[in-house]
């Protein structure tokens, strides 16, 4: 209950209060197995407040317990990525967490593990990946591939579809920017 009316408080811009709300919760329910859907919200709206390094520990606390969190491991490798892409031991711990993904079919898993091979250095496993997401419609696929016309149609399309989030809202500002310049 308290993790959904979080999620509102955050879609309303309400992000303060939700940040207070799940560390109540959090409070209420500290062992990390049953409060894992509360650390990976409350690791959500620090990412939102703009707390990088705190929503890193909880998604590394998520992990700690649950190594299969797809979304724990994937937001955490975004994190490290965007954040600490000069940090080549972070990129390796992140890289072992969504190493998996290179299976996967989820164009979203795709681009994060395109990314993180990216960051290391490793272009061509960057670009296959980067391609499969492509195929799937990722926006940031078509963008990273250079495909300047087709990512800000993507951005575009979603946008106006009201496919963001309030951070993937400023995320797809900040893309369709970088875009146009």
Known sequence: MQVA???VLVQKNKSEEAHALLIEALTAAPSLAVGETVRLALAM???TLGNSDN???????ILST???????????????????????ERLTRALAHVKR?????????????????????????AHDLLQRANAASHPNAAVR?????????LIEKAAQEGGFS???RSQAAACRNTVND
């Open 101 to 125: 993904f290179s299976t996967a079919n989820n164009a979203f898993q795709l681009d994060t593990l395109a990314w993180i091979y990216y960051r290391l250095g490793q272009f061509k496993n």
């Open 145 to 153: 591939l250079g495909r300047i016309d087709d990512g800000r149609r």
């Open 55 to 61: 929503a890193l520990r909880l998604y590394e606390e």
């Open 166 to 168: 309030r951070a993937g």
């Open 66 to 88: 649950n190594p299969d969190s797809i979304v724990a491991a994937n937001n955490l490798a975004v994190l490290v990525a965007d954040h600490h892409g000069d940090t080549p």
């Open 5 to 7: 009316l979080a999620r």
């Open 45 to 47: 709206t620090e990412e």
